[in-house]
């Protein structure tokens, strides 16, 4: 299972951190992608980690603003977003990829969203 965690209200310039609870798997053996989806919006996936290594990745719009980490202890992967713009607005998720990268794509297991919403 996996649970996101951690949205909320939050002006323009703001920072969250959002975690990703995992259970039920080794999260060393898989890699975590986060999504988000904005109203009318199709879901796009934000970042990836590969927890194993460390490996990151994140589509252009948020590089630099946005920093995905794990701690494999914890079976809990974050998501820090900084510099909150209205346009990251969404629901974000947390889900697992069924290979140990963030270039095979099979994400099978998804938690449920945090909201996120940017408005002054």
């Known amino acids: 299972q996996l649970q996101a965690s951690g949205g909320g209200l939050v002006q323009p310039g703001g920072s969250l951190r959002l975690s990703c609870a995992t259970s039920g798997f080794r999260l060393d053996y898989y890699a975590i992608g986060w999504f988000r989806q904005a109203p009318g919006k199709a879901r796009e996936r934000v970042s990836c980690i590969v927890p194993s290594d460390g490996t990151t990745d994140y589509v252009d719009s948020v590089k630099g603003r946005f920093k995905t980490s794990s701690d494999n202890a914890k079976n809990t992967v974050y998501l820090q977003i900084n510099s909150l713009e209205s346009e990251d607005t969404a629901v974000y998720y947390c889900?697992?990829?069924?290979?140990?990268?963030?270039?095979?794509?099979?994400?099978?297991?998804w938690g449920q969203g945090t909201q996120v919403t940017v408005s002054s």
């Open positions: 889900a697992r990829n069924y290979y140990r990268n963030c270039v095979e794509i099979d994400y099978d297991i």
